[in-house]
Nanobody, 114 residues
Framework: VQLQACGGGLVQPGRSLSVSCEASGISFRLPNMAWYRQAPGEPREYLARATSLGSTFYADSVKGRFTISRDRGNTVRLQMNNLKPEDTAVYYC??????????WGTGTQVTVSS
């Protein structure tokens, strides 16, 4: 399974940005796709997860500002609103199978600065 993230960039505080991730190399719909982020010097932080059955889950730190969504295939999107400088990080896509096998994308940089 390969995960390719895109959509990061530089955005001003208070604005919105979305990042997307497409999984390839798999013939069925991934049961779990999620987003994490990692700021410099910090551990990787869980943000949100979307299941193939349509359920979504969020970390308290982003609930109400970030929205995760999936298409009918293996693309997952994270819509980020009212961005803050502390949201600056590399954002990683994650996919997890029911077996526990886990896959990571290469990450996309999001910088929130005026």
């Amino acid at each position: 399974v390969q995960l390719q993230a895109c959509g990061g960039g530089l955005v001003q505080p208070g604005r919105s940005l979305s990042v997307s991730c497409e999984a390839s190399g798999i013939s069925f719909r991934l049961p779990n796709m999620a987003w994490y982020r990692q700021a410099p010097g910090e551990p990787r932080e869980y943000l949100a997860r979307a299941t193939s059955l349509g359920s979504t889950f969020y970390a308290d730190s982003v609930k109400g500002r970030f929205t995760i969504s999936r298409d009918r295939g293996n693309t997952v999107r994270l819509q980020m609103n009212n961005l803050k400088p502390e949201d600056t990080a590399v954002y990683y896509c994650n996919a997890r199978l029911n077996s526990g096998a886990e896959y990571w994308g290469t990450g996309t940089q999001v910088t929130v600065s005026s």
